[in-house]
C-alpha cells in the first residue's frame, strides 16, 4: 500500500470517528511524515490534511521538515501560518505570513490579511499593508473594507476614551490632537478629530 492511500484511509477513518488517535497511529502518522520524499509539495499536502483533522502538532512537522528542505517557499510559510493561528500563536503566524509576503510582495490578498491579524494591536503596520495593497490598486475591495474597518476601530475607541474622561470629571467632550492611539504617531488624528466634533453637536 502506498503512502499516499495510508494517509488517505487514515484520515477517512478519523473524519468518520471509525477510530480514536491513539499513540500508535501518531507514531504512523509521523513515519509517513518522515517517510514521504523531500518534496516540500507533498509535505505541505499532507499539512493541511493533518491542520484540517485538528492534529496540529503532526501538522507541524510536515510544515517544519518542508521549511527544512526550502526555506524560501511562501506556501511553506502559509502553511506554518494556518497552523500558528490555528493553536493560538498568532505572533508566529503574523511572523510567517510576514515572510511569505516579503517571497510574494504583490501577492495584495496576502496584505490584508496581516492587516487584519494585526488588527487593533499594531494599526501602524496594518494600515502599512492596507496602504501598499491600495497604492497598487485603489478599488482592491478587501483592503478598502479592512481599511474602513481600521479606521471605525480606532475612532471607536478614541470616542470611548474621551466620553469615559469626561463623564469622570463632567466636563463636555473635549479631544487633543496631540493625543495618539499607536505608538507616536496618530496616523488617523484628522480623522478622528472631525468625527469626535460632529458627534459632539450632535449630542
Excluded at 503512502?3 to 488517505?8: D, F, H, M, R
Excluded at 509535505?43 to 490534511?49: A, E, F, P, S, T
Excluded at 512537522?61 to 494556518?82: P, Q
Aim: net charge negative; aromatic share 2%; charged share 25%.
Amino acid at each position: 500500500m502506498s503512502s499516499q492511500t495510508e494517509i488517505l484511509q487514515t484520515s477517512a477513518m478519523a473524519i468518520t470517528g471509525d477510530i480514536e488517535l491513539a499513540p500508535e497511529i501518531r507514531t504512523r502518522l509521523r513515519g509517513l511524515i518522515d517517510s514521504l520524499p523531500d518534496q516540500p509539495a507533498r509535505l505541505r499536502v499532507l499539512g493541511h490534511v493533518l491542520l484540517d483533522l485538528g492534529l496540529c502538532d503532526l501538522a507541524l512537522n510536515a510544515f517544519g521538515r518542508a521549511l527544512l528542505i526550502d526555506d524560501l517557499d511562501g506556501a511553506t510559510h502559509l502553511g506554518l501560518t494556518r497552523v500558528y493561528i490555528q493553536t493560538g500563536r498568532r505572533d508566529l503566524g503574523l511572523e510567517h505570513l510576514e515572510i511569505a509576503i516579503s517571497l510574494r510582495p504583490d501577492a495584495r490578498e496576502l496584505r490584508v490579511l496581516a492587516a487584519d491579524l494585526l488588527g487593533c494591536r499594531d494599526k501602524m503596520r496594518a494600515l502599512d499593508q492596507l496602504g501598499a495593497v491600495l497604492a497598487a490598486e485603489p478599488d482592491h475591495a478587501g483592503a478598502r473594507k479592512g481599511l474602513a474597518n481600521l479606521i471605525r476601530t480606532v475612532v471607536a475607541s478614541r470616542m470611548h476614551t474621551v466620553w469615559h474622561d469626561d463623564r469622570e470629571t463632567g466636563t463636555q467632550p473635549t479631544f487633543d490632537h496631540t493625543q495618539v492611539v499607536c505608538g507616536d504617531v496618530e496616523p488617523f488624528g484628522d480623522l478622528i478629530h472631525s468625527t469626535l466634533g460632529r458627534e459632539c453637536r450632535v449630542s
